[in-house]
Each structure stands twice: as C-alpha cells, then as structure tokens.
C-alpha cells in the first residue's frame, strides 16, 4: 500500500457525516434510479417486448386489414394499435432483477440499511411505470407512419400512453408477487400463463362484437377488453369518451388491486422470511 | 437467561421511533444477554452473552457453522432472535431495528454486489439510502476512493472486479455513512495474503483513527490475533472463552510442546503427563499437544518420557501458545480440522 493511501481523510472542519432516515421519496427515487440504470444494461428485459409488439402490430395488419376495408371509415391499423401496445408493455418489469437480489444477497444489503421496505417495491414499480412509457415509443411511431391520428388529439396520445403504463404496472404486480414470494426466475416467467388469456381472451383483433358466442362471453369477463376499449376510444372516437376510458381506468384498478394485495403480501412474507431465515 | 422477546424484526416500524437510547448498559457498542436462534430443532446459537465497549475491536473467532454469521446477522437486525435479547449502539435490535441499522455498517461473509452497477453507484445508492446530502457524499465518496484504492476502476461494472476489489468495496459500502460500529462478517475469506494484509491494516486504521467499534468474525486465527483488542471463541452456538489473545494464550501455559509420533499419540499420553512441568496433554491422532510453564526446561523431560514409550517420535517442536492451542484445549479439535471436516472443498 502505498503512502499516499494509508490515511483516511479526516474531515479537516470536524464535521461528523451520520446517517438519518432518507425520507419515503428520497428511498423510492433511490431504489428506482437504481432500476432505471440496469435498464440498458439488460436489454434482453425490453428489447424482445418491443419486437414482439411490432411483429404482431405489422403481421396482423398485413393479414387482416382486407378483411376489414368492407367497412368504410375505419381502419384496422388505429384498431390494432391498442393490441400492439398491450403486447409490447405488459410482463415488462423488473421483477426479474429483484429474484436476482433475492438469490444473490443483493436484498439483504438493502435490507440492512434504514430504507424502507416499501419503498423497496414502489420503486422499482416506478421505474417499471417509466420504462413501459418509453416502449410505447416505437409503436406509436410506427403507427404514426402507418397513418394513425388520434381522435382525442396529442393529449389523447399522453391519455393513451399513461393507460398502457398503468396497465404493464398493474400486470407487473404479479410479477413482483411471484419473485417475492418464490426466488425463482423460472416462476417469474410464468407470468406469461397469465399473458394469454388475458391479451388472447378479448377483442384483441377484431371488434367484440364480432368475436363468436363462447368468446364473446368470456371477453365480457376480461379487464382487458375494456382497457381495449378506452385506448381504442382514444384513437378510433372523435374526442374524449368519458365512460370508456372509465370502463379502462376501472378494469386497470382492479387487476391492479389484486396484483398489488398479492405482491405486498408477498413483500411482508420476504421480510419476515428474511429476519427468520 | 433474559427474558425471551419475540421474532419482532418483521413487525417492528420500519423506522422505529428514535426512543430512548437504552443506558442501563452505558459503555457497550454491543451488548447481547442470552441471545439464542433456532431454525427448526437445531440451536444455532446458543445462550450468547457479549460485552463490547465502544471503541473496541471484538473478534468473534470460530469453525465453519459455529455460530458466527447467524450471531452477526441477528445483531444486524437481518434475523430475529428466538430468545434473548441485544442492544447495539444502545437500541434494542429486536424492537429498534431502524435504529440500530443507521448506526451500523456492515460487510457480510458473501460480498453481495450487483456486477452490472459501477463501485460508484453502489456507494452512491449506499449513501442515498443512508439519508447523506450530495454534499456529505461527494465528501464521503473521495474519502472512501483514497481507502479502498480502486482509482478509476470505481467507474467500471463490478463484474469486471477482482475477489479482493470487491472485498474492499463492500467495506467501502459499509462505511459510506461513517456508522459507530462496523460488523465484518470473515471480511478476508477468499482473499490473497497481500489483500489480506491489506484489510487488516484499513480495520486497524478504521479503529485508531475513527474509533469504530469493529465486531469482526473470523475462522483465521492468526486474523483474530493480529486485529483484535478481544476474542470470543464460539463452537456449537456457545462461547466457551473470551479475552484479550495474549490472556486466552497464557491460559494454556507459556509454552507448548507438540510431538508428532507415529502410530496412535494416545498410547503415549500417559508418560508425558507424568513429565515433570507438563500441565496438561491433548492427543489427537498423531500428534500430542503439551501445555507447559516453561517449554524449555520441560521439553527434555517430555523427550524422555516419549522416547520410552510405545510410540516412535518424528519429531518435537517448543513453540509458544496459538489461538488454535486455545481452541483445541477448549473444544478437543483443532479449528482448522474443524473447518475441514464442515467444508470438504
């Protein structure tokens, strides 16, 4: 070791740095900057959700929209639209990396120190909120070239991309209930089971009222098709429909309300695992 | 043994309210009263009391699975005691977790670090967490890089790290709010001799210079006899001894003695305790390990009366007590044999 290194430097004003508890944003910022950063760091968390989204968005139109140039005035790409941004945030979260945490240690680091639990989750939850924005990007994009205008105009656009958000959020309490409850990555990615019904189960490519009785049915069960519904109304209605986008913001809150009870149930049984490993 | 409390850590506020720093024990960075852990039927510690004053480096030396980490990580407030009770830095950890954990820096056995963050994030999300201004950490930051000597690797991902670099960064991690007490849960397992040394110098330092109360566990005994003002030896989840090296060594005797014999060293146990001087002979396998008050004037006796017994000798060393001699009378094993048999690899 050399000399220069061999002491510490002792704040010359006497000024002793102490610790104190960070404050509830202050640790969700933290913990959600952290998120955000590994974000390009792992591109295989996002890039394939954005391949798949625009796979499907431009299959899909290639395939059907002959069928559906009978009906004149409406256009199949701003209809499949919805279904393309569905595919492309939902699943998309960081639960994955949190497993990592779990089985490398990483959570009891930050489980040592004065952070809040909470904060733990809601913050990569935030960062999943930012992220899932951001995928909407490419498709809106792609969209735009295929001659999509939105009926509700550019705030329309903002309305559309806060709901696809709020959705992959919702969807990605499951994520987090499953990683916090298991530890394992393989669990986690069976999240997907709950990906086909809920994006395959719906009017996903055509109109509800076109889908066959059984479906018919079962759609009329699914949140998502009335998330469906309130992004469509954005891009397909002339201005705002109110009741929609309530019908929308209703089914997000409920599979939310479910996935969120899930995750910090499972949260509180980490914890608690964790202090009685 | 102390009133029992319950598993609290999960149900405790996470901040807890300041309250009362506890001064029935004034003095003490650290102070556990029958402290026990369980997991199943198995007592993974068991009944451990400890008095460490402020400013003390404490090692807590012992074999694989005695009882060190799972002690560590109770008074970390990570796992909750099954019975007992301890107060670090005068807050109950059971009750005042979120206290005790602002003022407690801590590097666990396994460096858990994220290999795609840079050293810079870790100790920046490090001290976020630990509520540091900008200021306070830009200042702690420098501080820090000086004492870890990691320069410009700080910028690079961890992954592309050495063993001993992220040793010293988990320390770094550890020390990034300046806490009272630091928590060094076997910091050199694993490490080189150089990156060795190179630790124990930086805890001696953090220890005279800041006056960190440092609890250090260790399965190196030469570690504990270097670092530490104190050593507590624990085997089976119990403390079976407790003092300064130099007193736990002089307990054995002022000298030891160890012949090597072939065949069975028990069969020659009998003569050599008749040795004039000898104060007490342990024999395991081969070897025979003889306290005595002066190796040198006892060492002819014990070769005359090995040399008439039913055992040939290889050979016969004089040398002064280890930690391990300690160890061994204690517990009838060496620590290194010990730590062979629990981990085969």
Known sequence: MTAATDTIAIP????????????????????????????????????????????????N????????????????????????????????????????????????????????????????????????????????????????????????????????????????????????????????NSTFLLFFPFLFLTSSYVPRGQLSGWLSTVAGFNPVTYLLGGLRSLVLGNGWQWSQLAQALAAIALVGMISMIMCFAALRGRVKRSSQA | ??????????????????GPRLTVHPGYAVYAEGLVRHFGGRRAVDEVDLRIPAGEIYGF???????????????????????????????????????????????????????????????????????????????????????????DALGRPIGTYSGGMK?????????????????????????????????????????????????????????????????????????VAEGTPADLKRSVGADVIVARVDGDAAAARPAVEAAPGVRSVEAHGSELVIATGDGAAAISGVAVALAGGAVAVRDLTLRTPTLDDVFLELTGTHIERKNAQEDPS
């Open chain 2, 61 to 151: 030396l012992g074999p694989n699975g005695a009882g060190k980490s799972t002690t560590v990580r109770m008074l970390c407030t990570l796992l909750a005691p099954t019975g007992g009770r301890a107060l670090v830095a005068g807050y109950d950890v059971a009750t005042q977790p979120g206290q005790v954990r602002l003022r407690i820096g801590v590097a666990l056995q396994d460096a858990a670090l994220d290999p795609r963050q840079t050293g810079i994030e870790l100790l920046r999300l490090q001290g976020r967490l630990y509520g540091l201004s900008n200021r306070a950490l830009a200042r702690r930051m420098a501080e820090l890089g000086d004492l870890i000597e990691l320069g």
């Open chain 1, 61 to 188: 139109i290639a395939t059907l929209s002959k069928l559906t140039g009978r009906h004149p005035g409406f256009s199949y790409t701003a209809f499949e639209m919805a279904t393309a941004i569905l595919l492309g945030v939902t699943g998309v979260s960081r639960a994955p990396a949190l497993v990592l945490d779990v089985q490398t240690g990483y959570l009891d680091r930050l489980l040592l120190t004065p952070v809040r639990r909470t904060a733990i989750l809601i913050g990569h939850m935030a960062a999943d909120v930012a992220v899932a924005a951001a995928l909407t990007a490419p498709i809106l994009i792609l969209g735009a070239i295929l001659g999509v205008r939105f009926g509700a105009g550019p705030l329309g656009v903002a309305a559309f991309v806060l709901l696809a958000s709020l959705w992959s959020l919702a969807f990605a309490g499951f994520g987090y209930a499953i990683a916090l409850k298991t530890g394992n990555p393989a669990a986690v």
């Open chain 1, 12 to 59: 010359a004003s006497g000024e002793v740095i102490r610790a104190r508890p960070a404050g509830f944003g202050h640790d969700l910022t933290s913990i959600a900057g952290r998120a955000l950063r590994a974000v390009p760091r792992d591109p295989a968390a996002v890039v394939p959700p954005v391949f798949i989204a625009l796979f499907f968005f431009t299959v």
């Open chain 2, 167 to 239: 040793r010293r960064l988990d320390l770094a991690a550890a020390l990034v709010h300046n806490p009272e007490i630091v928590f060094l849960d076997e910091p050199t397992t694993g490490l080189d001799p150089a990156s060795r040394a190179r630790v124990w110098t930086e805890i001696r330092r953090l220890n005279q210079q800041l006056g960190m109360t440092i609890f250090l566990t260790t399965q190196y005994l030469e570690e504990a006899d270097e670092l530490a003002h104190r050593v507590g030896i624990i085997d089976h989840g119990s403390i």
């Open chain 2, 1 to 18: 043994m102390s009133t029992l409390i319950s598993a609290a850590g999960s149900s405790a506020p996470e901040i807890a309210r300041p």
